[in-house]
């Protein structure tokens, strides 16, 4: 079985330069699938959820409810499971 690989989730960019992390939808340990919304981000006249790139487990939480964000920035990092070779 290959360790798993670390993948970064980043802010898509929501069209503007101000926005802020408004909360999180998962917690560190737990199982997320690819395209699930993980965090919600806050702009100007809307709200942005931000989805898993990956199937796996959040293994960290990089920016904290209410800290400012902007576009690309990495939020999070979840592990996906590595395939077993047989």
Do not use: C
């Not at 926005?19 to 560190?28: D, E, G, T």
């Not at 990089?62 to 979840?78: E, I, K, R, Y």
């Amino acid at each position: 079985m290959t360790p798993p690989r670390r993948v970064l989730i980043a802010l898509p960019d929501p069209g503007t330069t101000r926005a802020v992390l408004s909360l999180w939808y998962v917690r560190p340990g737990d199982r997320v699938f690819a395209g699930d919304r993980v965090a919600e981000v806050l702009i100007p006249g809307a709200t942005v959820d931000v989805p898993a790139p990956v199937s796996g487990t959040l293994a960290e939480r990089l920016v904290h409810p209410n800290d400012p964000v902007t576009a690309g920035q990495v939020l999070g990092v979840v592990e996906e499971e590595g395939e077993s070779k047989g």
